[in-house]
């Protein structure tokens, strides 16, 4: 499998060391090929496109490559937001998502109970309902809810004592679209689950190759 890590809107980047390199090394041992990608026509020759954290909005003609790519090749695309649409990263990312069911709200996920580092936007949650394969419970930092209309699937939820700023319990951080062909077209309301602070905390490892490999 090739993994492309968009380096194409001022995203959070793989190359940065300090952040990723635990994601970068955890994949290379599994054979998976994870390249930072300045190119964005480029990004479409590997199976699987990741947009972490996107500050620069997409023009028009790259979101209709994007919607090409998901309803006429086989991918997986994932986008990452941040809580409380920080850096504007939410629109960018809803401008695509939105047209296929997924809208990344401009609040922030707190639990008062199940948290760590005494900080209750850096929430755990065992509400997993796809790629939950040997995980039982993951952090998820700093997250924004998500709404998500009929035919998107649910990925990853807020336990019950999770509450969004608009007080809505237990709301959805991840969820995804699946296409006839098989591909899939993932979004993330937080950007941290799986840097160096996140990915060994937890089953994040695992969640996170699941995710990313594909197995639900």
């Not at 840097?195 to 490999?213: A, T, Y």
Request: proline share 2%; glycine share 6%; charged share 30%.
């Amino acid at each position: 499998m090739r993994v492309a890590w968009s380096a194409t809107h001022q995203e959070f980047l793989l190359s940065d060391g300090y952040y990723f390199s635990g994601l970068y090394k955890e994949l290379s041992k599994r054979g998976v090929l994870i390249e930072e990608v300045e190119d964005f026509d480029r990004l479409f020759e590997y199976d699987v496109i990741i947009f972490n954290y996107p500050e620069n909005p997409f023009e028009q003609e790259e979101r209709e490559r994007i919607k090409k790519s998901l309803q006429e090749d086989k991918k997986r695309i994932i986008f990452t937001a941040h809580f409380r649409g920080k850096d504007g990263v939410a629109e960018i990312c809803n401008a695509i998502a939105k047209d296929f069911g997924i809208n990344i709200m401009q609040e922030a996920v707190k639990d008062e109970s199940y948290h760590l580092e005494d900080d209750n936007f850096i929430i755990t949650t065992n509400n997993i309902e796809k790629y939950a394969s040997g995980v039982k419970e993951v952090v998820f930092p700093y997250s924004a809810p998500l709404s998500i209309s009929d035919g998107v699937e649910i990925i990853l939820k807020g336990r019950d004592t999770a509450v969004s700023d608009s007080g809505q319990r237990s709301p959805i951080l991840i969820a995804q679209k699946s296409f006839e062909n098989g591909s899939k077209l993932i979004v993330c309301g937080g950007c941290i689950f799986w840097d160096n602070f996140s990915l060994f905390r937890l089953d994040n490892l695992q969640f996170v190759m699941n995710l990313i490999l594909g197995n639900e």
